[in-house]
């Protein structure tokens, strides 16, 4: 029974929650370096790129925030971009919610700050056979949030010594991430049906209307034609 007690411990908690937090580690720390080194090429500095992560914290969102700077569009148009792109947190927030009744209401509003794609999946697959402790919590998304952190803040460090992104690809990370985001999200006609039509909606406007909010109006559209054919397809189908 003694061992029992010590297996559940706080301390043990939180050293399973750094662990478990090691194979999201593994790819936020290349990730992380890229992101600083191509907004280093940005013109973007070091304690930007440390002010980015520290409180924004979105890989998708800073890659879109530096990309869209680097394109002119005005502080208004990057805003919203990446409140849309950033708002699944909301969904993914409400989902692992009921795991969290028994935390403190006071611990909740940092918890929140470290949910991401990677430590939601991580959480919820441990929070589905086992209690949800603030311990555990803490060490899984703490060790997260300073791997990606420390990714970033290196990579913008080192960002001036490396030269020329395009020669290591990184010009392309921004690119690469958002198709690897998209490709896992094509699970159904709706997502399928979704993605042709932003696309498109997307080149139309910004070639024929010259419109810098052509990513926002065309996400927009494209998921409202996305929850229009669901139901569509729920109700006659």
Known sequence: ???????????????????????????????????????????????????????????????????????????????????????????????IAPFFRKIPSSYLAAAAHGITDETYAVALGRFRSTKATLSYTAGLF?????????????????????????????????????????????NSRPALMAAAVSGFLSVMIREYLHSGWNVVAATVMAATLGVIFSRWKAKYL
């Open 1 to 95: 029974m003694k061992k029992k007690q010590e297996k559940n411990t706080p301390q043990n908690q939180f050293t399973t929650g750094i662990r478990d937090a090691l194979p999201v580690v593994l790819g936020y720390l290349p990730l992380g370096v890229a992101f600083g080194v191509l907004a280093r090429s940005y013109g973007v500095s070091t304690g930007q790129v440390a002010a980015l992560s520290i409180l924004m914290y979105s890989g998708s969102g800073q890659f879109i925030a530096i990309g869209l700077l680097k394109a002119g569009l005005a502080p208004l148009e990057i805003i919203t971009s990446i409140f849309l792109v950033n708002l699944r947190y909301l969904l993914l927030s409400a989902s």
């Open 142 to 186: 703490t060790t997260a949030y300073l791997s990606w952190v420390s990714g970033t803040v290196l990579g913008a460090a080192v960002g001036n010594l490396v030269g020329d992104t395009a020669r290591f690809g990184l010009d392309f990370a921004l690119t690469a991430m958002f198709i690897s985001l998209l490709v896992m999200q094509l």
